[in-house]
């Protein structure tokens, strides 16, 4: 039977080219998420400044299995913990600080918005830590003294610095100058993405604070066994909070921010690949049954002259997997090219450091072939068992005319489907907190695309029929044919229209997901603090004094230092929390907040205090007056005094600290804005000049107005903002392609009815018109359900996110969605037919039916 199917094939070119398209793409979006989960999982982030040191000591990120948001420094007392270990020939500590090497007055590398940008910029550190790299000497000495200096040959390059020049340097937030003795470069033919600058070892102890270190670098003596000497580090640091790393995880030390990065690629990719395998898989299966549907007739004919029903199935299985097989290997390569260029990607948006490697093996091109080999076959054999179980007669009758559609296992998997939709937007709107309503909220879009997708006959029915009277009076006898075409042919309609509702439905709800998610971001940033003007430093800080010299300005009301960061309840309990910690805002003047105090008062938040939502306070059941116990983002631990209580905006969670006490545990260690509101009835503009007049000497400082703090998002609000547009891409771009090939499969195979439709006088543009009719039906259908798949979405997560229902977001998101879905529909349909329509019609209606 197989070789009588293959030898036939070129009869039924589409609909296997169908069949192919389908499984081709379906197979690259699933190894393109295999590639993204493969990197996560691999953790490979080779050391650059730490690659000759088999060994390096450093902090632990880890606090209570989630990962700390700012660097962990180790104590200096560890170092010579490490230096007395059996084995170590000599432990180099590291304490980086940020720095600025100043060229006309401007840094050399500019900072971005992006999260990547702080793995560019220059850090400062000790000469003694360059033979970790190693660094070697291509001109000059060593810093010998305070005020000499080695650069990068990178650095020293942008900076047009020559041995021997002064070169104007910002630590510490103060611009001093230095003597430049030596220039080194990277041994190995390595080149580190942060650029070094080198000072003598006192002076770098003096700028890093001295008291603790970045890590340590192991060098072993000769013949030392590195997976022994790692051992006992970890039983002589037993009790630190350190981690010994050795191979590609060497580099952890450098970027502790890619372990976050690798975290938020498995996520991303395991929500991808969730996504992506569901609807690849649907719409897979879609045209497959499509495609055999279509062939009823001549399954029907093959029963009559004596093919026994196994001999059906193993034909309609084999020939399946021929097709599934080869396409799906093929959707391989592309799959592979794609899941590079979307790491680049999501490098580029500060989802991923640029620190982590990646790393694509054969195994997610298996699960890809398998997952796709699965789908087909699964669909195969429900469409070939159900073409077997049917007598001749009756399935000669069933090419002609529609049979019964709605069977048991459809109702199951519809009623599956849509009610765990329903539980998932229950659960967006009540137990669901923070960047976690959006795991809910965006699932339960797609459980119901597909559960309507599943009854989309009997809705097309009662659709067609509730417009068939306004589209005959409209159209005449084209409308006419069009609407008899879809009333006996529902289930080919529906077919159609399944792909048109998953686009609809996942583009509009999750990009009005993501409308509802930037004005929740806006309203809880905007809703706490007041800023007219921000100052912000790119170079490591202010110089000092530079606050009070800003307060002093004519006409201006408050200014305050501003510091972010993330941290942890210790204690007491905090059941709302969850492995994202609380946001923590650092301020040290009252007048920078909009919120004003329920309990207590927001002026008293001096010292180790904090003010806390009113609904946080009451879960940890703390008062004015009590104490709560926080794990900063360095993972130290720090009891603070409740001062006071305040009712935040729109989604705001965050905990309100003194700025002194929050900057020493960021990873600059200093606040590196400042927020300057204006007083009443001055003159905003003359303000702000005074203010940039101010601060204008200071080399990498700026002054911009408030959008600076809706600009520069947190780490998971942007990530979410990525992850959505990017599920939105490439789901959408899928379905999109269903559409047209569900919708080519669809209309090239009714050549024969066009010829006979000519043939009993319809002309070839009567013929276009009815098929335009069709099409409008088409997409109506498919629009309306996929718009009520998005509200299960949209309305609960608005709810969630901004307490109301409705929430004022741009109408042209869902015309553009609606314009395309239609512009698709259209195109594919009209084009096929078109082509079809071009033969002679007798030619057509002989044709294969």
């Not at 003007?533 to 408050?558: E, I, K, Y």
């Not at 005094?641 to 905990?655: E, F, Q, S, W």
């Amino acid at each position: 039977m197989l070789s009588l199917a293959l030898r036939t094939l070129r009869f039924r070119l589409g609909g296997f080219v169908a069949t192919f398209i389908a499984m081709f793409f379906g197979a690259a979006l699933i190894m393109a998420c295999g590639g993204l989960m493969e990197s996560g999982v691999r953790d490979a982030v080779p050391a650059q400044r730490f690659a000759a040191a088999p060994i390096v000591v450093a902090g632990d990120q880890k606090y209570d299995g989630s990962q700390l948001s700012e660097r962990v420094r180790l104590d200096q007392a560890r170092l010579r913990a490490v230096e007395d270990v059996p084995g170590v020939e000599r432990a180099v500590a590291d304490a980086s600080f940020p720095v600025a090497v100043v060229r006309d007055g401007h840094p050399v590398t500019h900072l971005s918005d992006s999260a990547t940008s702080d793995e560019h910029r220059p850090l400062g550190h000790g000469w003694d830590s360059a033979r970790l790299a190693p660094y070697t000497l291509t001109s000059g000495s060593r810093p010998g003294k305070a005020g000499d200096v080695v650069l990068d040959s990178g650095l020293a390059e942008l900076a047009g610095a020559h041995v021997g020049d002064q070169v104007r340097i910002v630590a510490a937030g103060r611009t001093q100058e230095f003597q430049l003795t030596g220039i080194v470069k990277q041994s190995g033919g390595r080149t580190a993405s942060q650029p070094a600058v080198f000072f003598g070892d006192e002076q770098a102890a003096a700028f890093s604070g001295g008291d603790t270190v970045d890590a340590i670098g192991v060098l072993p003596k000769p013949g030392t066994d590195v997976t022994e000497l790692r051992d006992r580090i970890d039983k002589a640091l037993d009790g630190a909070a350190a981690v010994t790393l050795t191979g590609d995880n060497r580099g952890l030390a450098e970027f502790p921010q890619a372990a976050a990065g690798q975290e938020n690629l498995i996520m991303l990719s395991a929500i991808f690949g969730g996504w992506a395998i569901l609807v690849a898989m649907f719409g897979a299966s879609s045209t497959l049954g499509l495609t055999v549907q279509q062939r009823q007739r001549e399954m029907a004919l093959l029963k009559a002259i004596g093919t026994t029903p196994s001999q059906l199935r193993r034909m309609i299985l084999g020939e399946t997997l021929v097709v599934s097989v080869l396409a799906s290997v093929l959707g391989c390569l592309p799959g592979a090219l794609l899941s590079d260029l979307l790491f680049d990607k999501l490098v580029d948006a500060g989802i991923i450091s640029g620190a982590v490697e990646f790393r694509q093996s054969l195994a997610p091109a298996v699960v890809a072939v398998v997952a796709s080999l699965l789908a087909a076959v699964g669909a195969a054999y429900i469409t070939a068992r159900k073409v077997a179980e049917t007598r001749a007669t009756e399935a000669l009758a069933s090419s002609a005319i529609e049979g019964r559609w709605l069977t048991r296992t459809r109702i199951v998997l519809s009623v599956l489907f849509l009610v765990g939709g329903v539980g998932m937007a229950v659960m967006t709107v009540t137990m669901m907190k923070g960047d976690l309503t959006a795991s809910t909220a965006g699932p339960a879009c797609i459980m119901w695309a597909i559960g309507l997708a599943l009854l989309a006959p009997g809705f097309t029915k009662a659709i067609v029929w509730l417009l068939q009277g306004p589209l005959r009076a409209l159209t005449g006898l084209t409308g006419y044919m069009a609407v008899l075409n879809s009333r006996a042919h529902t289930i080919r309609m529906a077919s159609t229209i399944t792909p048109i509702i998953l686009l609809t439905g996942v583009a509009s709800g999750t990009l009005y997901m993501q409308q509802i998610e930037d004005a929740s971001n806006r309203a809880a940033r905007n809703g706490v603090l007041r800023a007219d003007d921000v100052v912000t430093s790119s170079a490591g800080g202010f110089a000092p004094g530079t606050l009070d010299r800003v307060r002093q300005v004519p006409g201006v009301d408050a200014a305050s230092s501003y510091v972010t960061s993330t941290g942890f309840v210790q204690s007491p309990e905090d059941t709302g929390q969850t492995g994202d910690g609380w946001p923590l805002q650092g301020i040290d003047d009252a007048g920078s907040l909009t919120v004003h105090a329920a309990t207590g008062s927001l002026s008293d938040l001096r010292g180790d205090s904090v003010a806390l939502p009113v609904e946080h306070a009451e879960s940890l059941g703390r008062k004015v007056g009590d104490t709560v116990t926080l794990r900063l983002g360095d993972g130290t631990p720090v009891k603070v005094r409740v001062v006071a209580t305040y009712h935040p905006k729109g989604d705001a969670t965050a905990l309100l600290m003194p700025a002194p006490l929050l900057a020493p545990h960021t990873t600059d260690g200093v606040a590196k804005q400042i927020l300057v509101h204006h007083a009443a009835g001055t003159d905003p503009a003359r303000v702000t000049a005074a203010v940039t007049a101010l601060v204008k000497d200071q080399p990498g400082v700026e002054v911009s107005d408030s959008g600076a703090l809706t600009a520069g998002r947190t780490g998971g609000q942007q990530q979410l903002a990525t992850i959505n547009y990017l599920v939105v891409g490439l789901i959408v771009g899928y379905t999109a392609i269903s559409v047209i090939n569900t919708l080519i499969a669809a209309t090239g195979r009714r050549r024969r009815e066009f010829g006979l439709q000519q043939l009993t006088g319809f002309t070839r543009k009567q013929v276009m018109a009815m098929m335009s009719v069709e099409s409008v039906l088409t997409a109506i259908v498919g629009v309306f359900l996929g718009t009520v798949a998005a509200t299960i979405t949209f309305f609960p997560y608005s709810l969630a996110k901004l307490d109301k229902v409705v929430p004022s977001v741009p109408l042209w998101i869902y015309l553009t969605v609606v314009a395309c879905a239609v512009v698709i529909t259209f195109a594919a349909t009209l084009l096929p037919t078109w082509r079809a329509t071009r033969f002679r019609p007798v030619e057509a209606a002989t044709a294969a039916a």
